[in-house]
Nanobody, 123 residues
């Protein structure tokens, strides 16, 4: 069973940057698409971005496109979410997720979740 562990969350200022990392383990990690979601207090969990198992295809939601990018390194079993020009509304718990495809992740058909990492953006 794939295990996903996020890191890199913390406090950032408006306009700043953070990189979130998701380390994977287990035999299914490298054959799954990987993605990032976030959930702000009192709100639903939103899909943000995903990368194919090979790393050659990525998708980023319009809501964060131009500010967030996603990449993966299968040699290190990691996926990275780079967040630039952060805004207070980016404050949320960010979750790493794995599923069969980018489309599946976008549809919230997640097979494996990480435990989340908190990002707080101060104004």
């Amino acid at each position: 069973q794939a295990q996903l562990v996020e890191s890199g969350g913390g406090l950032a200022q408006t306009g700043g940057s953070l990189r979130l990392f998701c380390a994977g383990s287990g035999p299914t990690f490298t054959r799954n698409a990987l993605g990032w979601f976030r959930q702000a207090p009192g709100k639903e969990r939103d899909f943000l971005a995903a990368v194919s198992w090979s790393g050659d295809m990525t998708y980023v939601e319009d809501s964060v496109k131009g500010r967030f990018t996603i990449s993966r390194d299968n040699a290190k079993n990691t996926v990275t979410l780079t967040m630039n020009n952060l805004k207070p509304e980016d404050t949320a718990v960010y979750y790493c997720a794995a599923a069969a495809s980018i489309v599946t992740l976008k549809g919230h058909g997640v097979d494996h979740w990480g435990i989340g990492t908190l990002v707080t953006v101060s104004s």
